[in-house]
Each structure stands twice: as C-alpha cells, then as structure tokens.
C-alpha cells in the first residue's frame, strides 16, 4: 500500500510538472499527452521515470522561479543548466564543480548556472556534496576565539581528521568534499587559479584597508535538493551574484561570523559605548558601502538592494502578465539595510510552496564519523 501511494503521488507530480513546462514551453498537447503515457508506462515498470534534457534545463528555471526566499528571480529565465546526470564517481563529479566555478566566475561577469547530477533513487543517494557551499570560508575555534566563518567550525573539523590543514587564516578557502554512495567522502583542493576573491576596500575611510578583509566573488549553493516532478536531485549546486548587503550585512557584520562593526566604528572614530548614537546603523552602512565598491572596483557583478527590489518589481509585473501567482517569503525577501524605503516591504506574499524548486535537506556529514587520521 505504501509502496502503491508513492507512486501514484509520484505520477501526479509528474503530470503535473509536465503540463506546466510543456505549457510554458508552447509544445503541442499531441506530444504533450504523449510524454505523460510514456511517463505512466516507466512508472509503471519501473517505479520512476527520466527526464529528458529540456525537461530538466525548464524545470531548474522553474525552481529559481519558485523560490520563496530569492529577490532575484527576475532572471530565472537566463539559467545556464548543466546535465551531469550520469557523473557517478566522485572524481568526475570534482571535474565538473571546477567547471562549474570557472564558467559562472567567468573572470567577473558573474553567470547563473546550475549543474545537476544523478536523482535519488529508492531513498539513497547516488552521489553527494558535503559543502554548504562550493567555496567557503573555513572556521576554527581556539579557546573562546574563532577564526574564520564561524559557519564553517564542523565541516572544518571533518577535513582535518581527514587530513586537511588550513593556514589557520580568517580566509582559508576550503575543500570539496565528495561522497560516492557507499563509500568514504574524498577531499578534493579547488585550484588557486579559478578562485576569483575580491579585497574589500573603502574609498573614503582611511584605516579600513589595513583590516585586510576579502570575500569570494560567486555564491554557489550546494547543499540543497532540488526536485522537479516528483524526481529528486540531492547534489545540484547553482548560484545567481551576491546582493551587496548578504557581504555586508550579513556575512561580515553578524556578530557570530566576521563581527567587523566594531572595528569599522572604530575606525569611524564612532562612539560605541550607547546604542542610542546609532554607531552600529554608521558603521554598517559604510561596510556595505565598501563592499558594493570593491566588487565594482574589481570587476565582479554585485547588485544593490535598491536595484534589486526595483528588479523583484520588474518580476512581479512579468509573473502577473503571465497569470502566475505570486510567491514569497516577506521576512527572505526584504533587504537587512533599508528594507522601509523599498516596495518590498509594504506589500504581502503568500508564502506557498510550488514546484519544482529547492529545498533544505539532511547533510550527509550529519550522519557520518570520520576516524582521525
């Protein structure tokens, strides 16, 4: 019986998805009623069902079009999607993360993409990714001290017992770590010369360059499972470009990750002693300032949050011509900087969830231990 539910869910989902992007895509509803008995018959063999290659690239486009928690989906559309369905071997999976990276930093001018790899089948996993994301920040804690992003203490805890050493540096990018079903997860060094990172500098403030902060150019997502009809995809890492305020509002102002307020406001010359001079508004916006001009300074595609509500607006129009609902998680979708002076945070959204789209999933490390080399 259970067995029985789970594929009927299975095909529901499957026709579902399958009018939607044939729909969208203007294919005939000959072939288009055609697909869906192919599908049944697979199913129905066989318990699950392929998608084709169009399949999958407007089905990816979909799920950006579908995140709830994303103000950048105006450029869904203009998804680069890359089929690594049948990368089962976690060294071809290395080889094709390094594309990954060097396609979307393509020396700045950041691309979206997104590479897919082989679905879940049965509950297990063909092959999955431990990294949050495919570059980032290892974090080590000393004592009280942490160094690095606090984020990421236990992945960097897991490379060292498997024979990782980082520099020990507030900068030190981490390893990928691959794991094939059933086996051991692999390290894997991203080379030096793919990885494009950017000095964070002031163009006012003196001082500020002497912190020596940077940050990596590409926020590639690699965590999270991305399911399109039904079919899961456990290992699909993509990225969009940073929004200025993700660095500096987030990343490198949270008081559990870089902390650098204070040091900024000192800097600044600010009193901190009473929250009332509202050191910490002063010190955050010259942060956000120096990011947004060191990645112009550099080359490196970044948004605004101000442009990047006026781009969400931009889509909600296009998403009402085309008669779709709009969706939205309000607290995701309105800027940490400002968020009164933007549309955004005035309206409502229904936060429903549609497919395809991305969801959070159990990380692998989760239920692994590593023995100290």
Not at 71 to 89: C, E, P, Q, S
Not at 163 to 174: M, N, S, V
Request: proline share 5%.
């Amino acid at each position: 019986m259970v067995q029985s539910t789970k594929i009927n869910n299975l095909l529901l989902e499957a026709i579902q998805f399958i009018e939607s992007c044939y729909d969208e895509l203007g294919i005939s509803e000959a072939r288009k009623l055609k697909r869906i008995q192919e599908i049944k018959n697979e199913i129905n063999v066989t318990g699950t069902y392929v998608h084709k290659t169009f399949e999958l690239t407007h089905g990816a486009k979909m799920a950006w079009r579908n995140s709830n928690r994303c103000i950048g989906r105006l450029l869904w559309d203009t998804l680069h999607v890359f089929d690594a369905r049948d990368v089962l071997i976690a060294e071809d999976a290395y080889k094709k993360l390094v594309k990954h990276i060097n396609f979307a930093t393509n020396d700045g001018k950041i691309r979206s993409a997104i590479t897919i790899f082989a679905p879940r089948r049965n509950g297990k996993d063909p092959i999955r990714i431990w990294n949050h994301q495919l570059l980032r920040y290892a974090g080590y804690k000393e004592d009280d001290k942490i160094i690095g992003d606090s984020t990421s203490i236990k992945l960097t805890k897991m490379c060292e017992r498997m024979g990782w050493q980082g520099h020990k540096t507030p900068f030190d990018i981490l390893p990928l770590v691959i794991q094939e079903s059933g086996k051991k997860p692999q390290l894997f060094k991203i080379p030096n010369e793919i990885i494009k990172e950017v000095p964070i500098t002031h163009p006012q403030l003196d001082g500020f360059n002497e912190l020596g902060v940077k940050w990596y150019a590409v926020p590639i997502i690699s965590d999270m499972r991305l399911e399109i009809g039904g079919i899961d995809y456990p290992m699909a890492p993509f990225n969009g470009w940073y929004m200025g305020t993700e660095i500096g509002a987030r990343n490198l102002a949270d008081q559990d990750r870089y902390n650098l307020l204070p040091k900024v406001a000192k800097i600044m010359g600010l009193d901190t002693k009473l929250n009332g001079s509202l050191w910490i508004d002063k010190a955050l916006i010259e942060l956000n300032i120096a990011v947004l001009h060191s990645y112009q300074k550099a080359g490196v595609t970044i948004v605004d949050h101000h442009t990047a509500a006026k781009q969400f607006k931009k889509f909600e129009e296009n998403e009402m011509k085309n008669g779709r609902h709009i969706t939205g998680n309000w607290a995701w979708l309105i800027p940490p900087i400002s968020p009164a002076t933007t549309h955004i945070y005035h309206k409502q959204y229904k936060n429903v969830t549609l497919t395809p789209n991305y969801f959070y999933q159990e990380n692998p490390q989760e239920s692994y231990t590593v023995s100290p080399k």
